[in-house]
């Protein structure tokens, strides 16, 4: 390997380096964002790290993973130089098509690339790649994408023939099979590309030559260094002085250069020399405090730099700040520019090596402006909703580099944004409460009306109210409310007492709901039922769904082993379970000797028993699940058994996917089970599938996953206790379920609630080890909750008093008006959580 | 309220609350010591927010006794910090108040008390003791003539989160002088007070911090040691840092910033240091903006003045943040035209901080205009400038006038304004009437703006000299102060620089010889530099050498060769021989020096020096002295080379120095021709 292609290697390396300085850099964006946007969710609003290829006019140039800015201008000057490449392109084309053989398609190639060395010195032969000999990688690869290039050189912008015909005439022909994928990466990324820059180069066909070749090879490599190395210097002419002719790479291609390209010499003259590029996206409201810094490589010529924002829609062919709806500060007089064409004079002019710093105040709707970390003052007010931090350049060799959150700012945006959000939360905390309950009502009515102009203190009429407690009558009504709803009935007999309030039910009704919770909650299903019907007698018969569903929880429960009924068949101390843990969260699961082979019994016998026709349930779903197969299920199933990537059929993932939550069982008695039931399978419910399924199913399985190395470890449960009778017990209990839901169906008509309430529940049986199955989570204890309310707020309705507590109700105002305030861009969201006022 | 009562009325309800207190007086010489207890709070509640009352106790006498009973050991501990606690409410009244139980003696009594064992009594004299010294009206020395007083307050710093925010207190109101600060140094108050910048209370954080800031003021041995102290670990002016966070308090903020630039100016801190630059700086910027309250603007600014007003790139800095200079034009907007209407109270609230501001302003644009043209330039286009600093030149509070011929005397450094808008506004004329009479510090910077204004390019020279300012300066160069001397005979040198004759003749009769003698001798050598730079100005043009020298030739020549064999800075002797020089230059007075064999002795003595600079003044002279073309000539040639001159010329041609090497060719040239 000689000189050349040895640096084409060790640039390539250098761009291996690059990617890993990548990673880390991206990292640490990730990290500086969540610290400075804590209220954004990127996936709703996501934040700008980059500026925009597609964004921006035809005289910008970008690199350095687009963070960096050059000025082109229009690079009319090269076209007698096209028609000279389109030519000799054609020749070697056609050369290649004739001849076939890798040996002339890579002459032809080199002097392709000859032409750009020397347009008038065809004939002179030298050769690009003097050492490249056969199977030369990267000799290979350079010469693909030349000619990958020439293709989208000479189809322009209005063919764009797909790389994959490209391919198909070029690939198979001469190169051998093991670089074909190399070259149609090379040729994705080319095309892609390629329509990328067709666009923004209306046009000029140079332009989209250049610009193709260059991120090709970006597409390729990820890195424009890789088109350097490549040769692309003779065409893409760098304005003198710009970083790019400091570059090493091929220094021998621009010294033969002999006929320099006066081109630029025009630009820059006029304001229709300006050009911008903008920001991938908007800044999102939910900021609060935005910031980011433009560093000033080089000035250029005259330093017509301007730094500033824009909104959706305003012409890129101009500096940030002359049209409507953009901003900017301007480099050469140090003016600011609000919207139009004369600025103000605002702060000093900027050149080679200042870092300027724009921030974006989306409380008040400000930005002001940093020199090398020292704030300038206010530059504009009033500003509107959704800009994009823009940059306009003017004049050649005018290079800036952006920092989004790349690097330290040289800012100290940090503190700032904490005196806002003192400001805020002074403002939040000094806010006057009214005294009496209308009041609250009135303003929170308020609230909804004008939710689109809400502001900070809108918000703070809410958070507030779970503030402080104890003074005003209002807010000691409210908290006692709550209390009473949830059945906190000591603790709202005291607070009551202290407080001189009033409950508006009477103590023994609060002790029989709270008594019902208990069971409930304990997962004693059957006497909380019990009990309802003996103390509301009418309730149920009147919601009969809620009856429906209080079966259904009794039947999970069941098979859970803490029901009544089956406990006690079960015969387990009944008192482990009696007692409802403190915080739901810490739910103490049954705790009983696990045997290997008694699953495996249950499970058999659930089998046989299981010509029952709920129970292929699962398995159509199962299977169904698979052949829907996607993305996520497969990298899933990857990341643990890599080897089923090469023979991906059916009964591998069944496999990979049953194995996963009982990792513990043997497996080929596992299989051979599940493929039984999967041929065993034919049921009613299979055909109502679950055709939607798979997405959530996937996402249960990663939760499944995500719990499984504690479960694991865990002591294992069984169903239903593990007694016989208690499984028989729920056996029935479920074919009664399923009538009545027949029944329910008959009367009230169709209910996909109920109908997926009674499925998932079901489904349950259809695993060895329920609690780790995708449908196990309806195990948790967690589950209980909404049942246990859903109840209460029932019986509370029943007494004519509110479903929801009040306390409850605002809150969910309350962080509702936060979103909403995010999506209506006012920024005071940013600093105040709904979680910071609840104590 | 009592100002709203009818006179005779007022009286009633006076002689009757007189009465009333004489009632609590006379419970405290109760025999039952309980009942005295009992009468004390009676006291104590009655006192709380009445200043009438606090008045009427104390000019019944209520002091001598309370004190009497706070010293008496027999009172019980109760008893004893009730009677604190009453003089500390009664030291919270009037000025008065306080001046009368400094007169009873109040604090060796309660410095006495703090030897007690029982903390709850010892808070209460301290509580008391910081009262008193708060106030301005009380000697700070009383403080320091016990010097087991400092030791025992700094061993009360560790007993309570009390006793360290009163101490602290005390220790920032007195410390007022360089002394103050070596002695609560030299006893270790960096050491006692550093841990309490960490306190958790944030009274005792603040009393530290203020500590802190007195103590590092203008005094290096505290600074330099302050920027090595560790607190928790962490380096003092990081903990200042912290506090200077934009969330911390705006008084926590600006305290820590005072702190952060004392030890700048004190030489602890590069200026260039980040703390200072991204931190102080763009701190003491935000305190002058309008969102603050009037008093911490005024501070706010005096601080960043003082901070860059030696440092021209943090000038420049301040310059560009946050629109500073647009900010300060609103110092000057008070009391606004909306209060004055509007507002009673808040009326009254800005005319008590006008004058503040105005200064304050005046200030730190003096500082950002102290060295560089632009922000000069950018100081002088905001609005109404000029007129503000006129008008500022004539108002009646001397720190305001002060403050404006400050900022005037940085902005007169400029070539550009001098001719323009100084000129436009005519600011001599005030400048003028300030100089008549005005106090020293306002005189010094009058004088040093006047000399610029004096300069030879600055069109306001005619009209100061037509209004009498030749006499005005001859009287300054006779004060007392160096200061004055200088601006004085400095000014009368820019004045006499390419002067007419008349001018001359003007200073020389207004200035009289014996007084051009006694500056000559002046122990102030910048006097002296100016003195001869003015005879240098003085002689110049052959018509001018010949005729003042005719003059005053004899008293001339006289103070030359004084100076010449004095023992004086070679900068000094350099002048004088170009002095020398100038009189060479003159066509009669050439033969002063050729019948002075003295002098002509002392100039070749110089041609023959180590310092090429006096070898250059002499062969200057000599040069002057042989030229050809002149009258006589010829023998002076002659004369000189008798005396062996042509020697030393022909080495000086030699010479390594290409200048001097070039004079002495040109001497030569003389003598060939």
């Known amino acids: 390997m000689s000189g050349q292609a040895s640096g084409c290697g060790s640039l390539m390396s250098v761009v291996v380096h690059g990617d890993s300085a990548l990673n880390e850099q991206e990292k640490e964006l990730n990290q500086r964002l969540r610290l400075l946007y804590p209220a954004i969710n990127e996936q709703e609003t996501p934040l700008p790290r980059s500026w925009s290829p597609k964004d921006k006019f035809s005289y910008i140039g970008l690199s350095q993973n687009n963070l960096r800015v050059h000025y082109k201008g229009r690079q009319r000057a090269a076209k007698w130089q096209l028609a000279e490449f389109v030519r000799v392109a054609l020749k070697s084309e056609a050369q290649i098509l004739s001849t076939g053989r890798i040996g002339a398609w890579k002459k032809a190639s080199c002097r392709l690339i000859d032409v750009n060395q020397s347009p008038e010195d065809l004939g002179s032969q030298t050769s690009f790649f003097p050492g490249s000999g056969e199977g030369d990688s990267i000799g290979d690869r350079a010469a693909l994408l030349r000619l990958v290039l020439l293709e989208n050189f000479l189809h322009g912008e209005q063919s764009n023939r797909p790389a994959s015909t490209l391919a198909a005439w070029s690939g198979p022909k001469h190169l051998a099979q093991d670089k074909c994928s190399t070259a149609s990466k090379l ?96 800044i999102p409201a939910a900021c609060g405090i935005y910031y980011f810094e433009v560093k000033i490589v080089s000035k250029g010529r005259d330093g017509y730099m301007g730094i500033g924002l824009s909104a ?26 609000c919207s139009s064409g004369t600025g103000q004079p605002y702060g000093p002019t900027f050149t080679t090596g200042d870092v300027i710093g724009c921030c974006v105040n989306l409380i008040n709707n400000t930005c002001f402006y940093t020199k090398n970390g020292h704030s300038l003052g206010i530059a504009f007010t009033d500003l509107p909703p959704n800009l994009y931090p823009t940059v306009g350049l003017q004049t050649p060799g005018e290079v800036v580099d952006a920092n989004f959150g790349q690097h330290p700012f040289l800012f100290d945006i940090e503190d700032y944004r904490r005196e806002w959000q003192s400001k805020i939360q002074t403002q939040i905390d000094g806010f006057p409460t009214g005294d009496r309950e209308g009041e609250w009502q009135m303003m929170i009515q308020k609230q909804i009306t004008k939710t689109l102009q809400v502001s900070v203190t809108a918000v703070a009429k809410t958070i507030k109210r779970f503030e402080e407690t104890g003074i005003h009558e209002d807010r000691t009504r409210m908290v006692s409310s709550y209390l009473v709803h949830h059945g906190y009935c000591a603790t709202a007999e005291a607070f009551a007492k202290s407080t001189d309030q009033a409950v508006h039910e009477e103590l023994a009704s609060i002790k029989n709901r709270q008594k019902i919770q208990k069971l409930v909650l304990a997962g004693r299903m059957g006497e909380a039922i019990e009990t309802t019907q003996q103390l509301y007698p009418s309730l149920v018969e009147r919601n009969p769904n809620l009856l429906f569903m209080l079966k259904v929880r009794q039947f999970i429960e069941m098979v859970n082993g803490t029901d009544s009924e089956v406990r006690c068949l079960g015969g387990r101390s009944p008192k482990s379970q009696d007692s409802y843990p403190g915080s739901p969260r810490t739910f103490s699961s ?90 065993n399978g034919v049921s009613e419910l299979s055909s109502n599938g679950f055709l939607n399924g798979s997405s959530k199913h996937d996402h249960e399985m990663e939760e499944c996953e ?93 007494h004519n008093l509110p479903k929801q507590p009040p306390l409850a109700q605002a809150m969910g105002q309350a962080t509702q008006c936060l979103g909403l305030m995010a999506r209506s861009g006012s920024g005071s969201c940013a600093f105040a959580a709904v979680e910071d006022y609840l104590h | 309220m009592a100002c709203l009562l009818e ?84 030291a919270m009244g009037t000025e008065n108040n306080v001046k009368s139980l400094v007169d009873c003696h109040i604090i060796p009594a309660l410095l006495q008390g703090l030897l007690s064992q029982d903390l709850k009594f010892i808070e209460a004299c301290l509580r008391c003791l910081r009262t008193v010294f708060i106030s301005t009206v009380t000697p700070v020395q009383l403080l320091y003539t016990d010097a087991a007083v400092i030791p025992h307050l700094m061993s009360l710093l560790s007993r309570s989160r009390r006793t360290q925010e009163y101490t602290c207190q005390i220790f920032c109101h007195c410390c007022k002088t360089p002394d103050h600060q070596t002695i609560l140094y030299n006893h270790g108050a960096i050491q006692n007070i550093a841990h309490l910048l960490i306190s958790s ?52 903020q600006l305290t820590a910033a005072k702190c952060l630039t004392y030890m700048c100016r004190a030489g602890a801190i590069r200026t260039d240091d980040n703390c200072i630059v991204l931190k102080t700086l763009p701190c003491l910027v935000r305190m002058c903006s309008k969102e603050r309250l009037l008093e911490e603007r005024v501070d706010g600014a005096e601080t960043l003045a003082y901070l860059i007003e030696p440092d021209v790139e943090l000038q420049r800095i301040a310059s560009i943040t946050d629109h500073l200079i647009a900010m300060l034009a609103d110092y000057f907007k008070y009391p606004s035209s909306v209060s004055a209407i509007t507002d009673i109270k808040r009326l009254d609230h800005d005319l008590k901080h006008a004058h503040e501001l105005r200064q304050a302003a005046f200030k730190l644009y003096a500082s950002l205009g102290a060295n560089d043209e632009d922000i000069r330039k950018k100081i002088i286009e905001t609005e109404n400038m000029m007129d503000r600093i006129v008008s500022g030149l004539s108002e009646s509070s001397i720190k305001v006038r002060l403050a404006a011929v400050r900022c005037l005397h940085s902005l007169s450094r400029s070539v550009q304004q001098l001719r323009t808008s100084f000129q436009d506004h005519a600011v001599w004329k005030p400048l003028m009437k300030l100089l008549q009479n005005a106090p020293e510090e306002v005189l010094v910077m009058a004088s040093s703006t006047l ?134 230059d003159g066509t009669t007075a050439k033969d002063l020096i050729m019948i002075n064999d003295d ?15 006096l070898q250059l003044a002499a062969t200057f002279c000599i040069s002057n002295l042989i030229w050809n073309e002149e009258e006589g000539s010829q023998e002076r040639q002659d004369r000189l080379r008798e005396m062996g001159f042509v020697d030393i010329l022909h080495k000086l041609t030699q010479s390594t120095d290409p200048s001097l090497c070039d004079r002495a060719k040109t001497a030569m040239q003389q003598y060939l021709a």
């Open chain 1, 590 to 679: 049954p705790s009983m000797s696990p045997s290997h082979s008694a699953n495996i019994h249950s499970l058999t016998l659930v089998k046989s028993s299981g010509s029952h026709g709920h129970l292929a349930g699962f398995d159509s779903n199962c299977s169904n699940g698979v052949i829907s197969n996607n993305a996520p299920n497969q990298s899933h199933c990857h990341k643990h058994q890599p080897s089923c990537l090469t023979t991906p059929d059916l009964n591998s993932i069944n496999n990979t996917r049953s194995q996963q939550p009982n990792s513990y069982t043997s497996s080929s008695n596992d299989v051979d089970m599940e493929t039984d039931r999967c041929s």
């Open chain 2, 451 to 584: 000399c610029n204004l004096l300069l030879e390019f600055s069109p306001s020279k005619e009209p100061i000299l037509e209004s009498g300012a030749i006499d005005l300066l001859c009287s300054l160069t006779q004060s007392e102060s160096p200061a004055l001397r200088v601006n004085g005979i400095w000014a009368l040198m820019n004045m006499a620089f390419q002067a007419e004759q008349k001018i001359k003749m003007d200073i020389l009769r207004a200035l009289s010889t014996e007084q051009l003698f006694r500056l000559l001798s002046d122990p102030d050598v910048n006097v002296l530099m100016k003195t001869l730079g003015l005879l240098r100005n003085l002689l110049s043009t052959r018509p001018h050498i010949d005729q003042i020298m005719s003059s005053h030739g004899k008293q001339i020549m006289q103070a030359v060769t004084l100076i010449l064999e004095g023992e004086h800075n070679i900068e000094v002797k350099e002048q004088t021989l170009c002095i020398l020089a100038n009189i060479g």
């Open chain 1, 312 to 337: 959706q829609g305003v012409n890129m062919n101009r500096l940030p700040g002359w049209d409507k709806q953009s901003y900017g500060y301007h480099g050469d007089d140090g003016h600011s520019f």
């Open chain 2, 599 to 613: 002098v002509l002795q002392k100039i070749k003595y110089y041609m023959g020096h180590s310092n090429v600079k």
């Open chain 1, 706 to 798: 995500a719990e499984m190395d504690i479960d694991s470890t865990q002591l294992r449960r069984q169903l239903c206790g593990g007694s016989q009778a208690a499984i028989e017990r729920m056996i029935h209990f479920g074919r009664e379920l399923q009538a009545m839901s027949e029944q329910l169906r008959r009367e009230c008509g169709k209910n996909s609630t109920n109908k997926k309430m009674l499925k998932d529940a079901f489904s349950l049986l259809a695993y060895s080890d329920p609690w780790n199955s995708p449908v196990g989570y309806q195990l948790d204890s967690i589950q209980r909750e909404p049942v246990c309310s859903a109840l209460n707020s029932a019986i509370l309705e029943t």
């Open chain 1, 187 to 282: 040729f994705t990324g080319a095309v892609i590309s390629v329509k990328e820059s067709a666009v923004a180069a209306e046009s000029d066909g140079f332009e989209v030559c250049a610009d193709g070749r260059r991120r090709a090879v970006g597409g390729a490599e990820d890195g424009y260094t890789g088109a350097e190395s490549v040769g692309a210097r003779g065409l893409l002419r760098e304005p003198v002085g710009s970083p790019y002719s400091t570059r090493t790479a091929l220094h021998t291609v621009s010294k033969n250069y002999t006929k320099p390209l006066a081109v630029k010499e025009s630009h820059g003259k006029t304001p229709k020399d300006a050009a911008s590029v903008r920001a991938t996206h908007p």
């Open chain 2, 201 to 252: 209370s944030y009274k005792v954080q603040m009393q530290a911090l203020k500590c802190f800031s007195v103590l590092a003021y203008e005094n290096p041995q505290v600074s330099m040691t302050l920027v090595n102290v560790l607190v928790d670990g962490e380096l003092l002016s990081q903990v200042f840092v912290r506090m200077m966070q934009r969330d911390k308090p705006i008084e926590m």
């Open chain 2, 7 to 90: 006179a005779p009325l007022r009286i009633s309800v006076l002689s009757e609350v007189t009465a009333s207190s004489r009632h609590y007086v006379d419970r405290l010489f109760d025999p039952d010591p309980q009942k005295v207890l009992l009468g004390v709070i009676d006291m104590k509640n009655a006192v709380i927010g009445n200043n009438k009352q606090k008045a009427n106790l104390i000019v019944l006498g209520a002091v001598p006794r309370l004190l009497y009973l706070l010293q008496q050991d027999s009172s019980g501990a109760e008893l004893r910090t009730e009677c604190a606690v009453v003089l500390g409410s009664l």
